[in-house]
T-cell receptor
Framework: AQKITQTQPGMFVQEKEAVTLDCTYD???????LFWYKQPSSGEMIFLIY??????QNATEGRYSLNFQKARKSANLVISASQLGDSAMYFC???????????????FGQGTTLQVKP | DTGVSQNPRHKITKRGQNVTFRCDPI?????LYWYRQTLGQGPEFLTY????????KSRLLSDRFSAERPKGSFSTLEIQRTEQGDSAMYLC??????????????FGPGTRLTVL
């Protein structure tokens, strides 16, 4: 069964420093996608970055990068140069691509609350 | 605004009452998802529509829950005989046509349900 694990309930980081949010996953499907979403206190889910299981290079989107280690089944999010506006809940999610149902539903982790200190 | 919209944003109801939520996906997005998120947890999948067809339902979706997507446009999620355990944020998401595996899901702002 698919599973996403985020072991850090809360993290603190100083403004302008980098921070890594951990995510490990479990799936038997060879083809899958990994996502990170940000959820501010207002509640909306904001897409940050995507990594496909067959992508050779780690994904990057501006200050966000994904440290993808397939053998270890980890997909950690790195936020560089943290800003106060980065304070939010962060969710790692997975989607199987070649499963029999192939509905594209996302399986989410428990989330990590990030607080950026000025 | 061309994003996913959800109404109402907040709903307070008494136990035993029925409630209905609406989701309007991004225009031309044929895939629509409902998720439920309880406080401090990640969203959990409830159900999936491709156009007007409901193709998957989670075991979380008890008989008191029903979802529709007439004409493949907006979707409604109804909860009958609400219970306090139904209190949660209900999120709707949509994706465009094509492989569902690679496209990001665009989420609406959610409907926060409180059952007293």
């Amino acid at each position: 069964a698919q599973k996403i694990t985020q072991t850090q309930p809360g993290m603190f980081v100083q403004e302008k420093e980098a921070v890594t949010l951990d995510c490990t996953y479990d799936t038997s499907d060879p083809s899958y996608g990994l996502f990170w979403y940000k959820q501010p206190s207002s509640g909306e889910m904001i897409f940050l970055i995507y990594q496909g299981s067959y992508d050779q290079q780690n994904a990057t989107e501006g200050r966000y990068s994904l440290n993808f280690q397939k053998a270890r089944k980890s997909a950690n999010l790195v936020i560089s140069a943290s800003q106060l506006g980065d304070s939010a809940m962060y969710f790692c999610a997975m989607r199987e691509i070649s499963g029999s149902s192939n509905t594209g539903k996302l399986i989410f982790g428990q989330g990590t609350t990030l607080q950026v200190k000025p | 605004d061309t994003g996913v919209s959800q109404n109402p944003r907040h709903k307070i109801t008494k136990r035993g009452q029925n409630v209905t939520f609406r989701c309007d996906p991004i225009s031309e997005h044929n895939r629509l998802y409902w998720y439920r998120q309880t406080l401090g947890q990640g969203p959990e999948f409830l159900t999936y529509f491709q156009n007007e067809a409901q193709l998957e339902k989670s075991r979380l979706l008890s008989d008191r829950f029903s979802a529709e997507r007439p004409k493949g446009s907006f979707s409604t999620l109804e909860i009958q005989r609400t219970e306090q355990g139904d209190s949660a944020m209900y999120l709707c998401a949509s994706t465009p046509p094509g492989s569902p595996g690679v496209n990001e899901q665009f989420f609406g702002p959610g409907t926060r349900l409180t059952v007293l």
